[in-house]
């Protein structure tokens, strides 16, 4: 079965200490994953894509197929990155979004 | 760019009443969806348009909810009547629709059903 799973629904840094957002999938075809972010009353938007490889407000994701794995990475958290963070696979039958049940982060002064 | 438009941003009706929610894609936007989203969970998709077609609604609890988007723009999504388990946040958000896997979901801001 397809699944994404975000294994921490509450993760809890300092500011300036390295963040890791764990997220693994299950999924026979080729994945397209991607990081979702929410900020406090703000809308759902997409953080980051893994094909782009880029680093995007200091985050960044490696997938990794051998894992089943596409955590997300931030070698020094601000308090602004405190947020809901969503990890979501796209289907390559339809590409629709099968998404992770989240996890806030929170950075702490 | 003007985003996605959903209304209303809040409801609380009583189980077993009908509820309405809007709609609007970024213009130009062929895709649209609605997903449900229950408190300590991702979204989950109800329905996904493609124009004024429907591409999947296979969660899409069909003896209550229905979805349209008649000319392919604006769309509207129905619960008749509601259940306490309705009770959610509902998204919309609409993509380009060039189906690719590496496509970008809009959001709206969402609307938040409580059902007493």
């Known amino acids: 079965a397809q699944r994404v799973t975000q294994p921490e629904k509450l993760l809890s840094v300092f500011k300036g200490a390295p963040v890791e957002l764990k997220c693994n999938y299950s999924y026979s075809g080729s994945p397209e994953l991607f990081w979702y972010v929410q900020y406090s009353r703000q809308r759902l938007q997409l953080l980051l894509r893994h094909i782009s490889r880029e680093s995007i407000k200091g985050f960044t994701a490696d997938l990794n197929k051998g894992e089943t794995s596409f955590h997300l990475k931030k070698p020094f958290a601000q308090e602004e990155d405190s947020a809901m963070y969503y990890c979501?696979?796209?289907?390559?039958?339809?590409?629709?979004?099968?998404w992770g049940a989240g996890t806030k982060l929170i950075i702490k002064p | 760019e003007a985003g996605v438009a959903q209304s209303p941003r809040y409801k609380i009706i009583e189980k077993r009443q009908s509820v309405a929610f809007w709609c609007n894609p970024i213009s130009g936007h062929a895709t649209l969806y609605w997903y449900q989203q229950i408190l300590g969970q991702g979204p989950k998709l109800l329905i996904q348009f493609q124009n004024n077609g429907v591409v999947d609604d296979s969660q899409l609890p069909k003896d209550r909810f229905s979805a349209e988007r008649l000319k392919g723009v604006d769309s509207t999504l129905k619960i008749q009547p509601a259940k306490l388990e309705d009770s959610a946040v509902y998204l919309c958000?609409?993509?380009?629709?060039?189906?690719?896997?590496?496509?970008?979901?809009?959001f709206g801001p969402g609307t938040r059903l409580l059902v007493l």
């Open positions: 958000a609409s993509s380009l629709g060039q189906w690719t896997g590496q496509e970008t979901q809009y």
């Open positions: 979501a696979l796209s289907k390559d039958s339809n590409y629709q979004l099968i």
